[in-house]
């Protein structure tokens, strides 16, 4: 499974937490945001997530930013992307569940990082319930 990542500089710590749980359960993880606390423009760095997302080099995206809005509204411009912002694991799992969301964006400002971890891993481990849903899926 490959997962890219995507952040800027509100998002760095939360992103080297997540990308350690990655590597940990052998995901392929591909790291395209800042690795520094220097402020950055966010568009930078989510862009990248969508463009190896519409590619098909990635099978899932983590977006990262203060509010989580930036990025989402960002990597959303890309047309295989089907980006959700969380700010807890139930979000994080209807997301899945219901609208078969491949990017997650996490706003740092106002989520802990351990909440973080947990809406990740609800993330990538929920499947898509599909039936109605995949029918609301296939109009946006």
Known sequence: MKI?????????????VIMQYLLSQNYEVTNVGTDSPESVDYPDFAHPVGEMIDKGEADWGI???GSGNGVAMTVNKHPKVRCALCWNKEIATLAREHNN?????????????EQALEMVKTFLNTPFEGGRHARRVEKI
């Open 63 to 65: 977006v990262i930013c």
């Open 4 to 16: 890219t990542i995507g952040n800027d500089h509100a998002g760095t710590e939360y992103k080297k």
């Open 101 to 113: 969301a491949n990017v997650i964006a996490i706003p740092a400002r106002f989520t802990a990082i």
